[in-house]
């Protein structure tokens, strides 16, 4: 397995405005955790009493997405599935009443789909409103999502392939989609869609074309009720994967492993991986271990009827936010009773993005 060296973001700056910075930087993606898991949450809850007809929800997988958001630039594409809203939340992409829009299924208010897909299925546009391209190297770009799983593997390989053709070709017309092929395309993927024959596909293609393509795993143990055991040879996807590391000459894929609840390592192993993907052109497969899933796979199921009251406790103890928090307090970064407020403010702020949702559905009917 590839190793990586572990990237301390301790404080060790001398100047104060860099020490705030930090800070600011830290607690800003703590409070995006927090209002990530609200809406989760509270989207649970907006099924369940019948205002919206189904959801799929992100909680457990904030933290490596706050780490993801870091590393992915201006011109970078996503290619992703439906449980990477705190993503698109930390990147400016959605605001938490338009998430809410989209799972009442608002063909006025959502403007990801018009109502018309999932929830959780986002996408940035191509042109404005005169029909004209947009400059693709100065925003975030994601391409709409697809509810198949495993599907957003395919589209994420052409998206990596058009930036190698750019950095090969020179084309003159392309300044408005390309910077020289420096872009890289991150496609996100559950743990038990890496069991689709397109997974296999992409990775192996990925490694021949010698694209930059930036393959995360979000691994929670479980393919809904199936544990990873029973669906992934050696219960790892990593290390099935192993026969694809990339060798001397460049050949083959970057691989890499790292907590899901550890934050320092997760913002250190997607900034020097998505550095690596950009300059080298060479593929790599993030896989992030040890996620959870505190509410289950849906809402059209309870994970208690699968899960040991081991695991359910273990999960409980290691959920990615919580162990966020305590790091925050045991590195000084924040008090106990910042975290406290962030936390109340986080569940008024989800509250209030819901019912002005709810509100412009109603008028919108």
Known sequence: M??????????????????????????????????????????????????????????????PQVAMARAFKKGDWRSGYYRDQTFMFARGLSSVEEYFSQLYADTENDPFSGGRQMNSHFATPMMDENGDWLDQTKIFNVSSDISCTAGQMARGLG???????????????????????????????????????????????????????????????????????????????????????????????????????????????????????????????????????PQGHSTSGSHERYKSPERLQWEKENDCIKRMAEWIVENKIGTIEEVTTLQANAIEFAKNAKENAWKKYQQSV
């Not at 669906?231 to 970057?254: H, P, R």
Request: charged share 25%; hydrophobic share 40%; with cysteine.
């Open 159 to 293: 998206l990596a392939m058009a930036s190698k053709k750019y950095r090969k070709l020179h084309i003159p017309s392309g300044k408005k989609f390309s910077d020289n092929g420096n872009e890289v395309s991150f496609v996100t993927i559950g743990d038990s869609s890496t069991s689709e024959g397109v997974f296999w596909e992409t990775m192996n293609a990925a490694a021949i074309m010698k694209v930059p393509l930036l393959v995360a795993v979000w691994d929670d143990g479980y393919g809904i009720s199936v544990p990873v055991e029973m669906q992934t040879v050696k219960g790892s996807i990593s290390k099935a994967l192993e026969g694809f590391l990339v060798d001397e000459n460049g050949n083959g894929i970057m691989i890499f492993t790292v907590k899901g609840w550890d934050y320092p390592e997760l913002c250190a192993v997607f900034e020097k991986v998505t550095l690596k993907v950009r300059e080298l052109h060479i593929p790599a497969l993030i896989h992030v271990q040890e996620l959870t899933q």
């Open 2 to 63: 590839t190793a990586i060296d572990s990237l301390s973001l301790e404080v060790t700056h001398t100047e104060k405005n860099n020490e705030n910075s930090f800070r600011q930087d830290v607690l800003n993606d703590y409070w995006i955790c927090l209002i990530s898991r609200e809406a989760s949450l509270l989207g649970r809850k907006e099924v369940l009493n019948g205002k919206a007809k189904f959801g799929i929800l992100g909680d457990g997988k904030e933290l």
